[in-house]
Nanobody
Framework: QVQLVESGGGLVQAGGSLRLSCLAS????????MGWFRQAPGAEREFVAT????????RYADSVKGRFTISRDNTKNTVYLQMNSLKPEDTAVYLC?????????????????WGQGSQVTVSS
């Protein structure tokens, strides 16, 4: 089992920045690819970014490319999502996820462990 806890969300004005953190604990979380997803009210869960276990490979949704950066520090069992140039349409609950295996994925159904989510609200 892997437990995930997100932090760092909040309210920010458009154009501002936030950094989300996801602390992992349990069964060797440093070996797992990780992802960030988001879900706005009434919308489906949406892929944001993913990172390989080593951190060497990353992939982003087109909507956040160039504005968001995913990274990880395996010595701290923590994955980060740096969000810059935030827009009102980025408003959502942001969820951290981990998946068993060695390959990253943009599909939420392929992830095995989920955090409880962190609210990000961007005002115009």
């Amino acid at each position: 089992q892997v437990q995930l806890v997100e932090s760092g969300g909040g309210l920010v004005q458009a154009g501002g920045s936030l950094r989300l953190s996801c602390l992992a604990s349990g069964r060797t979380p440093a070996n797992y690819p990780m992802g960030w997803f988001r879900q706005a009210p009434g919308a489906e869960r949406e892929f944001v970014a993913t990172i390989s276990a080593s951190g060497a490979f990353t992939r982003y949704a087109d909507s956040v490319k160039g504005r968001f950066t995913i990274s990880r520090d395996n010595t701290k069992n923590t994955v980060y999502l740096q969000m810059n140039s935030l827009k009102p349409e980025d408003t959502a609950v942001y969820l951290c996820a981990a998946r068993r295996g060695s390959v990253t994925s943009i599909e939420s159904k392929s992830y095995d462990y989920w955090g409880q989510g962190s609210q990000v609200t961007v005002s115009s």
